[in-house]
């Protein structure tokens, strides 16, 4: 059978590797040999930025993204404090949905979703209110594939001393990020820039955040899993699977040469399919200096989405649609996971042909 190529943001087309370590041999998550792999995990989550273990913890979890960025939101922001919630795009106001639910005091600093996120217009917020403890951003704002300014973000938070929490899911791995002081924690999931399985997901934490935590949930409560992990134990059933895969997408990482090769991989398949959009009269929404390596999205050309994506299907190549409004004008493709300079080419000639013959 021939196996679709995933071009959607996740979960990703899975090398041989990964998907063979999902066929381990069953293991209970109560016994030592689960706890060796829990942690190894932890370990290699932080090399991969090359966090120092004395001050950062991964923590575990299981859950989709959406889990751990919940973990993150309503653990780290407690009672007294108050959130401002940076907005461009359906992940930034997901981050503002999830601290009503847990009534968390909370203010958005809300942008169009094709706007970049205006850096004066944070500072005067910061400046003008002294109560904001804590600032929500996306790092990677899938819903248009932009690159939001992680940096400059934290480093009004440390002038204004306050701790930024990012939400990580789609660029962990893949895009540099500077652990200034001024970043808390980071929330990212195992099957996006990391090429594991849908499942396991985790918050990278800076250890002193946990002495404040809230716990507003039992499942969610960040320092209630980090507790039992540091004495190798796991408070609820894991994703034993998903775990697999995570270690051996993790061993692969860093077999492959680690964040840089792996940025730099994914920066050349994104420029190849640029250019060869370009050559079909296709144009991205935002230019490339601003967007990720992992995720761009394009104008239809055209042709409706339903088209192009079925078309494309029949070729074996699955693609993703805009969100909310943007899905009448955009097409998205990601190339994380195995994907080759090969597959780019392919999906290029089977674009042109939908393209050749609408036009036609
Ligand atoms: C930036 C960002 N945050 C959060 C999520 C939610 O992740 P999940 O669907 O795994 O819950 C996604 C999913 O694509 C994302 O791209």
Redo the contacts with the bound molecule.
Sequence with gaps: MNRPLLLN??PVTLSARVRESLLLPDLCHREPEFFDLQDEIRERLLSVYDLDPEVWAAVLLTG????A?EAMISSLVPDTCRLLVIENGV?GE?ITRIAQIHRIAVETLAHDWLDEIDLQRLQQRLQQQPAITHVAA?H???TTGRLNNLAAIAELCAQYDVSLLA?T??SFGAEYIDFAPAIGAVAA?A??CLHGV?GA?FVIVRRALLNHAASRTLYLDLAGWCREQDKRSTPFTPSVQACFGLREALREFADEGGLQQRHQYYSSLAAQLAEGLAALGIEPLIASAQSSVVLRAYHLPGIGYDRLHDGLKSQGFIIYAGQGALSRQLFRVSTMGAVQAQDITRLLAATADLVVDVRA
């Design positions: 943001p996740g989709s993204g959406t889990a960025v992940y997901r996306v990677h704002e899938t939400d899911v789609s999931t099957n996006k849908p997901a």
